[in-house]
């Protein structure tokens, strides 16, 4: 078996693992709840005010796990379980969250430059597929296809190793804050530290994933026959 589809299944394999461990620690710490109280809502309005902003508002997306924060209309998006939940979880999710606005706020560049990529990658994913489709076919009589095919999957991989930072520095930002402001103690601030660590596990196999086809897809190019 060629070592690229071992790294694709072992990349599948580990992804699936990621999810389902995810989407199980989400389950259960959506039942411990927060000992003041507090909703998602609550817990992203407070760590809003509390780092001075003042001008993002806070509303409830239908969906699971479809939280987001919209840098373009300022919004901190929480979905129906995190925004009227007061567990662990939601409040977790809900700083996270608000820990991009902060970023929004603070000018932070790795954020910056995601956003920048965002129109990039918009438009290499709306014809990257077909590209890359009819470039593997005529490799041999006009690999220049494929090559642009390659550029363009290669901004979708760039952009996932650059969203790194970005998650991890909110989930910091949000544990911080969490703990200074007194919304987790020291018998929940543990669980709420493993779900925002499992979810940025999710993006580091994305991001290795989008490499490994990359790679796939270079190889296939150097491996034309002139």
């Known amino acids: 078996m060629p070592i690229y589809w071992i790294i694709f299944i072992g990349v599948a394999v580990v ?6 461990q995810l989407q199980s620690k989400f389950k ?14 609550d817990v992203a309005l407070q760590m809003l005010h509390d780092n001075g902003i003042y001008d993002v508002q806070v509303t409830s997306t239908p969906g699971h796990l479809t939280d987001h924060y ?10 129906e379980g995190v925004y009227s939940s007061n567990s662990v979880a939601a409040a977790a999710v809900a700083a996270h969250e608000c820990g991009h606005a902060v970023q929004h706020a603070r000018a932070y ?12 990658v918009q438009f290499s994913s709306s014809i990257m597929t077909w590209v890359l489709l009819a470039g593997i076919l005529m490799v041999n ?5 494929l090559l642009a095919g390659i550029v363009l999957f290669a901004m979708t991989t760039l952009f996932s190793f650059i969203t790194l930072p970005v998650e991890i520095n909110a989930s910091k930002r949000a544990l911080v ?32 994933g989008s490499l490994a086809t990359l790679v796939y897809y ?7 026959r002139d």
């Open 70 to 79: 919209n840098p373009a209309n300022k919004t901190v998006n929480l979905s």
């Open 218 to 224: 270079i190889m296939i190019y150097m491996g034309r």
């Open 109 to 120: 560049a790795p954020l910056r430059m995601r956003s920048a990529l965002v129109p990039v």
């Open 141 to 145: 009589t006009f690999p220049q296809l």
């Open 15 to 20: 992804s699936y693992l990621v999810q389902a």
């Open 28 to 41: 259960k710490y959506s039942k411990m709840p927060l000992t003041n109280g507090m909703t998602g809502r």
């Open 177 to 208: 804050w969490l703990n200074n402001a007194g919304v987790t103690n020291a018998y929940n601030h543990a669980q709420a530290e493993d779900a925002l660590r499992s979810a940025a596990y999710t993006y580091v196999v994305a991001a290795l």
